[in-house]
């Protein structure tokens, strides 16, 4: 979740509107399936994600 913040901060930095929404999008949905899987009761712990690739691949 760490570099998700990270990606966010620095697109805001550069001043990179795109990529500061995706990452903001990246971040809201991994946390939600995060969230879900707790709430679901599952012992498994949730996929992560590979932000960078994700962020580059809407960018």
Do not use: K
């Amino acid at each position: 979740m760490l570099a998700e913040h990270e990606a966010i901060y620095n697109a805001l930095c550069a001043r990179d509107q795109l990529l500061a929404q995706a990452s903001a999008i990246v971040h809201v949905t991994t946390s939600e399936v995060r969230l879900r899987s707790v709430l679901a009761g599952s012992s498994d712990p949730p996929p992560r994600t590979d932000t960078a690739r994700v962020i580059d691949a809407v960018t």
